[in-house]
């Protein structure tokens, strides 16, 4: 069978050369091409297995993970990866709180009850109920790292869910918007503490051949919570003058937390975290529990524990790696950090924020007022997101990064360019038919922004992050995302009740400068292990060539070219 990727700017097709039956079984070459201008492998490297050992050549520039893994293991049929995928799945959804509130927020907007109950909360008052819960995630931000290094990802998990369910209870008994406010801040508070660890853990247990497809599902699974948060405050708004219309989906807003409270405990720890903490036997045995079948003597657990040590035994010897430093103290390091921020602006100041959280003044602006239909167009655009954004996920390992970066904001300048004009169009000649045309090129745009940035922004700097730096990095590009989305939430109403359509100008003129950054800057990690993509960075001349080989020799495998 053959898969061609794109890296380092040239077509790679790979070859399996199978002798029998089944994987493993005797002999297995995988051949390498650069296609279409060769025909002839230019390096291949063979696997020979005979009882416990393992012996073989492999080409310094592939991911050597690939050449370990059982084909016949798959997601569908193997009970393992189904419970370990199950558990994953538990993680996933701390995304979902996020999106439930930002949908949350935009139904509550036409919901009358909630409007009458908090005396119409308007301009910098409707700015601050949105964007609290981002300053909350912001104030949280500096401590989530320490948490997730020092008690590890799972508990730090069930930490930010308990603060979660506390909060959503409080504010769905809210009788004051004070109350309201600080509830939301607490929830952004406990979701910035639960998001800081719950990705990490995704990557850094998945099954190697799955790890960019689920871990890009959970910034996708945004979208279910605001599903479930659109439809349920378009179904609430029939709870006619009770406060219910907008408290029961405040109650809804903290079930995903319960599950994690509950069941968070039955979450395999990261296997990383552990081998950090001297707790090595443990991190063996998930490895090989979820990724072997529990053979501890299986190449690709071999090599992923020997990755995994080798790469933390180093850093710990190494000042650079230490503090906050670390972020900056390397070129490689620097790079990573001009990469994470940019994404993390890119993925707010898209255009997209101004339908995320005021699609309500939006519709206004093209003459669409009435809730219900306001309602029932913000549900439908939750439920094409999600379907755009998974198939999204699952296209990532195939298509690569820089495709679906490049293809999704070259798509978004274009349709948001045609939804600008056409406002401004209907402004002038109150045409219904351009007020339909804006709405469809408001879900066009979307389909775009999910192509790359619902499956990727997440996955994309948790991967190139090594594990010295993964959880301050991510804090760090949590926080710049939660600091432009409060930018977003307080200015994007205020300068749309001022100048209206021409407010979405300065969003074309980012988009353009979003393409041009992602074509030069972005790296392409398609392939790769956590450990194997530091080579991108860092060269390989640096520390993650010596894991590598460290890691190789211990399966048995001879680097190509040596004897």
Known sequence: MGDRFRRSREYVRWRWLISE????????????YYWPAQRVP??????????????????????????????????????????????????????????????????????????????????????????????GSVVACPFAPYLSDGIGRRKTVAFGAVIMLAATAVQTAARSVGVFIAARFLVGFGLAIASNSAPM???????????????????????????????TTFGAEHFNNTTWSWRLPSLLQGLPALAQVLLIWFVPESPR?????????????????????????????????????????????????????SLFSTPGNRKRLRIIIALAWFSQWSGNGLVSFYLTKVLNNIGITKP???????????????????????????????????????????????????????????DSGLAHAVIAFIFLFYAFYDLAFSPLI???????????????????????????????????????????????????????FEVFFLYFFLEETKGLSLEETAVIFDGEDGAAKKIKEHAIEQVGLTPLGED
């Not at 960019?212 to 948060?229: E, Q």
């Not at 501890?296 to 071999?302: H, M």
């Open 273 to 325: 975290w552990l081998v950090s903490e001297g707790r090595d036997s443990e991190a063996i045995e998930i490895l090989a529990y979820y990724h072997a079948d529990s053979n501890k003597k299986d190449p690709l657990i071999v090599y992923e524990y020997d990755e995994i040590k080798t790469s933390i035994e180093l850093d710990r010897v190494s000042k650079a790696n230490v503090g906050w430093k």
């Open 201 to 231: 853990l995704v990557a850094e247990v998945s099954y190697p051949p799955y790890r960019g497809p689920v871990t890009s599902m959970y910034n996708c699974l945004w979208y279910s919570g605001s599903i479930i948060a659109a439809w």
């Open 21 to 32: 039956s089944g994987p493993f079984k005797k002999l297995v070459t995988l051949q390498k």
């Open 372 to 430: 219900s239909i306001q309602l029932l167009i913000n549900g439908i655009l939750q439920t094409w997101n999600l379907f755009w954004a998974l198939l999204a996920s699952s296209l990532v390992d195939k298509a690569g990064r820089r495709v679906l970066f490049l293809t999704s904001s070259s798509g978004m300048f274009v349709c948001f360019t045609l939804q600008t004009v056409l406002t401004a169009r209907y402004l002038s000649t109150h």
């Open 42 to 135: 230019t390096a291949s490297y063979t696997i020979l297995e005979d009882d416990s050992e393992t012996q073989g050549v492999v080409d310094n520039n592939s991911g050597v993970y690939q050449s370990l893994i059982d084909p016949h293991r798959k997601w569908y049929n193997n009970r393992r990866l189904i419970a370990l995928h199950g558990w994953l799945f538990l993680l996933l959804i701390t995304s979902s709180m996020n999106g439930f509130d930002a949908s949350l927020m935009n139904g509550l907007q036409s919901e009358v009850s909630w409007n009458e109950y908090f005396n119409h909360p308007r301009g910098g008052r409707l700015g601050l109920i949105n964007a609290i819960l981002n300053i």
């Open 458 to 512: 997440v996955s994309y700097a948790l991967e190139i992050l090594p594990y010295p730096i993964r959880a301050k990095g991510f804090t760090l590009f949590h926080s710049m995302v939660s600091a432009a989305v409060i930018f977003n939430q307080y200015v994007n109403p205020i300068a749309m009740e001022h100048i209206a359509w021409k407010y979405y100008i300065l969003y074309c003129v980012i988009l353009v």
